[in-house]
């Protein structure tokens, strides 16, 4: 018989960080396509649901709490930056070029 060492343990923490992903995902859906709120509301809860998605996803599935401190918050701020440069940019060049 076989002694369970502790190494593989099931990854509840993946499983719970998809159902959350995907159950997030379908009240952005929905919200979108079944209500009737103004269209600046339903980007605002949309935008929420992704920010909550992404927190999700760093905890669940990229560990974040793992690692040291001040390298971990360097890499997020820089991540961060890129990703606010890319979004800017895009909604800029979609709306001042010809």
């Known amino acids: 018989m076989a002694k369970n060492t502790g190494n593989h343990t099931f ?3 993946h499983v719970i960080g998809f159902i959350f992903s995907i159950a997030l995902t379908f009240l952005a ?3 979108a396509l079944y209500t009737d709120l103004a269209l600046n509301t339903i980007i605002i809860i949309i ?3 992704a920010f909550l998605q992404a927190a999700v996803q760093l905890f669940m599935f990229m560990h974040i709490k793992e690692g040291d401190g001040a390298w971990q918050i360097t890499k997020m701020a820089s ?3 890129i990703a606010i440069v890319i979004v800017y940019g895009s909604y ?3 709306t001042n070029m010809h």
Request: neutral net charge.
């Open 79 to 81: 991540a961060g930056f």
């Open 11 to 13: 990854p509840w923490s």
């Open 47 to 49: 935008f929420a649901f």
């Open 92 to 94: 800029w060049v979609m």
């Open 29 to 31: 859906v929905g919200v």
